[in-house]
């Protein structure tokens, strides 16, 4: 019986040498979500494959197969896309390190790629990076059910904008302690659910909590793209 063949938009997350002439490829997919295929013979100097398997471009791909690791039988270049240049290109291999750092294989997050599409474009155009990073780490923080409630407290209590509030694992936000470090403010909190960031304080704040749930999520595991960041002294996301 023939194997059924599988048609999707995708973009590469990552790629490694398999055998001498091959490729394992993460695919973040629209519909199928993060897939890993094979792309045989796509080291070859004249493989059709090597041109268009490229980082941060939008690409149609066929598959086969089952398994962990499908056989991927074409890839066609989509076009439209420019690739995102210095602390840019940075942000957007700190993307992708998430994306396979957070999401397990074939779990479908079409809203996801949807962003994760959006914001390659907002950093190809100069877009700020702080507020497109923001953005992007709050989208993935929801599709993946690891997002705390932001308008109200753990008490089921509305948060109060003028109040500062810590976030514990599991349970969400209680007030802080008077001069506690790690809290934000009320403020922050509701711009965070309306999709904006107003100041430069509720950009540092959505900051420290993204990289506070995110560092809880990953099991303090280090990402290596954001330690470039930070040495270089640039961008700290």
Known sequence: MATSKVRDTAFVLHSTPYSETSLIVDLLTREHGRVGVVAKGAKRAGSALRAVLLQFQLISVVWSGHGELRTLNSAEWLGGMQPPHGDALLCAFYTNELLLRMLPREDAHPALFDTYSA??????????????????????????GHAPE????????????????????????????????????????????????????????????????????????????????????????
């Open 119 to 144: 914001t390659l474009t907002a950093l190809s155009e100069g877009a700020p990076l702080e507020e497109t990073l923001r953005g992007f780490e709050w989208q993935l923080l929801r599709e993946t």
């Open 150 to 237: 932001l308008e109200t407290d753990a008490a089921g209590e509305p948060i109060h904008p003028n109040l500062r509030y810590a976030w514990q694992p599991g349970s969400g936000f209680i007030a802080a302690e008077p001069g506690s470090e790690a809290a934000v403010g009320g403020k922050t909190l509701l711009d965070l659910a309306a999709g904006r960031l107003t100041s430069s304080d509720s950009r540092s704040e959505a900051k420290y909590l993204a990289r506070a749930i995110l560092s809880h999520q990953l099991e303090g595991y280090p990402l290596r793209t954001r330690q470039v960041l930070i040495d270089l002294h640039k961008l700290s996301p």
